[in-house]
């Protein structure tokens, strides 16, 4: 069975900062992994995904993200925060390419960003 | 080009009624999934369709049914609707089942039970 645990509900960061979202997640199977992004009454949008391929991960809006399979960890960062990435972030694994469509959420992450 | 609709965007129903949500992939996906996301949680899977059959069923009781058409839309259909019920529910979809062609979500339906 796969999980995902989402280290801290909540993060706040000023303006400027670095940003560090942790996840962690257990599966029984190599995990395809993915950082989704969602603004207040809006559906997720991928922010990054891991698919077997490079460890680190480049995804959209400067974020991207390291999978450490010793570690079972695949946390998302961007060295500088923006006002306009305050929103909830999602990490999600999932068991292999066919299972994409059936992955596996943590309960998110508010990130809130200080001026 | 539009991408996932989903429809009605918001709506209220009493225990016990029945609830059908409906979902349009965008044009050329094949592939339609099921998400429910209550307030404060992550989504959980509820139903994959790819080719108009069901290739995936979450942890969710018989109440929960769906289906895919011939243009490759979507229902989810809730009978003897439970308070429990209430969540956001978001539907994603993709050119096939595959992970390389990644998933896009619709902005949900956000259903109330009273």
């Known amino acids: 069975a796969q999980s995902v645990t989402q280290l801290g509900s909540h993060v706040s960061v000023s303006e400027g900062a670095l940003v560090l979202l942790r996840c962690n997640y257990s599966?029984?199977?190599?995990?395809?992994l993915f950082w989704y992004v969602q603004y207040p009454n809006q559906g997720l949008q991928l922010l990054l995904k891991y698919t077997s391929a490079a460890t680190l991960v480049k995804g959209i809006n400067g974020f991207e993200a390291e999978f450490k399979k010793s570690e079972t960890s695949f946390h998302l960062t961007k060295p500088s925060a923006h006002m306009s990435d305050a929103a909830e972030y999602f990490c999600a694994v999932s068991e292999g390419d066919t299972n994409a469509g059936k992955s596996t959420f943590g309960d998110g992450t508010t990130l809130t960003v200080k001026p | 080009d539009a991408g996932v609709t989903q429809s009605p965007t918001h709506l209220i129903k009493t225990r016990g009624q029945h609830v059908t949500l409906r979902c349009s992939p965008i044009?050329?996906?094949?592939?339609v999934s099921w998400y429910q996301q209550v307030l404060g949680q992550g989504p959980q899977f509820i139903f994959q369709y790819y080719e108009k059959e069901e290739r995936g069923r979450g942890n969710f009781p018989d109440r929960f049914s769906a289906r895919q058409f011939p243009n490759y839309s979507s229902e989810l259909n809730v009978n003897a609707l439970l308070l429990g019920d209430s969540a956001l529910y978001l539907c994603?979809?993709?050119?096939?089942?595959?992970?390389?062609?990644?998933?896009?979500f619709g902005s949900g339906t956000r259903l109330t039970v009273v």
């Open positions: 044009s050329g996906h094949k592939s």
């Open positions: 994603a979809s993709s050119p096939r089942q595959g992970l390389g062609y990644g998933y896009t």
């Open positions: 599966s029984s199977v190599p995990p395809y």
